[in-house]
């Protein structure tokens, strides 16, 4: 008997008030920082690289805002565009809140813009206006030239964890979307406006040389250097139309429901348009495209 029971583990117990031994209690988890911890250990992550360049910096949860402007227009920022956007946005399509926090990076002018994007993130090819880099949760815009491409890029860092197998052409048709927005009333919602992208759409419908939608929904290849320009327009132009007949926010969550199955869209684009046919309803949308105007 004694040999066979000193080959049994030894565990630890708990003699209770009535003599019976239980087991201990389970270590409790470990407690997961909050989102508005992981913020400001980001801000304090980039204490020194903000010292460095004498910028000022704001923690609003889930985003850190640094920038070289004033504290006023920063506060700008904040308040009237990144958490007024945020909140719009995430009433009408997002379900899932960002997990982890991100970093804004506002430039008044192109020299630093460029110069730290190379720095910091060894990107020496950014776009004009700004950009959105998934992998390390930043943005980083030149300002300078307006905020439309803030909002189209905090469009992009709402929609991954929300919809992670996002398409491009839907991803940057609703992130083109709002380059040209308005609020509500109290800013409960965001609208897209016609933008400077309506010309050369305009033209490709005019000359026929554009894509049916089908084709390019089913394009893995969106972001094409050739045609990106006109694929943009395009896509946005849809976002826009779906926005005006009301089918928008209806086509997002359907979409991200059927997505496993339909990972294009054009399934789903196409039962919320039935008994349309999407021959008919792209027939429809071209003829409405034609009586947009934009003026600068």
Known sequence: MC????????????????GCMVPPASAAPATQPTIEQKTK????????KFAEEKFNVLVAPPFVLAGNGTPQQLAGYRDNTVLASA???????????????????????????????????????????????????????????????????????????DFPSVPDWFNEGLASLYEQSQFGPQAKNIK??????LPALQKAIKEGTLRTLPEMIADEDFRNDERVGINYAQAR????????????????????????????????????????????????????????????
């Not at 250990?41 to 020194?48: I, M, N, S, T, Y």
Request: proline share 5%; with cysteine; hydrophobic share 45%.
């Open 41 to 48: 250990a980001l801000a304090e992550q980039w204490k020194g």
């Open 3 to 18: 040999a066979f029971l000193c080959r049994l583990p030894l565990v630890a117990v708990v003699v209770c008030s009535m």
């Open 87 to 161: 909140r719009a946005l995430g009433a009408q399509y997002f379900k899932t809140p960002l997990d982890e926090p991100v970093l804004i990076l506002l430039f008044e002018t192109e020299e630093p813009y460029k110069r730290l994007a190379k720095k910091w993130f060894d990107d020496d090819d950014v776009p004009h206006y700004g950009f959105y880099s998934h992998s390390n949760h930043a943005m980083l815009m030149n300002v300078g030239t307006g905020t439309g491409t803030l909002v189209h890029e905090l469009t992009h860092a709402l929609i991954a964890p």
């Open 192 to 197: 897209g406006l016609p933008n400077w992208r």
């Open 237 to 296: 132009y849809l976002m826009f139309y779906l926005q005006e007949k009301n089918l928008l926010q209806k086509f997002y969550s359907d979409f991200r429901a059927a997505a496993k199955d339909d990972p294009s869209g054009l399934k789903t684009l196409k039962k919320l348009v039935a008994p349309q046919s999407i021959e008919a309803f792209e027939k429809d949308w071209r003829a409405w495209v034609m009586t947009l105007r934009f003026g600068r």
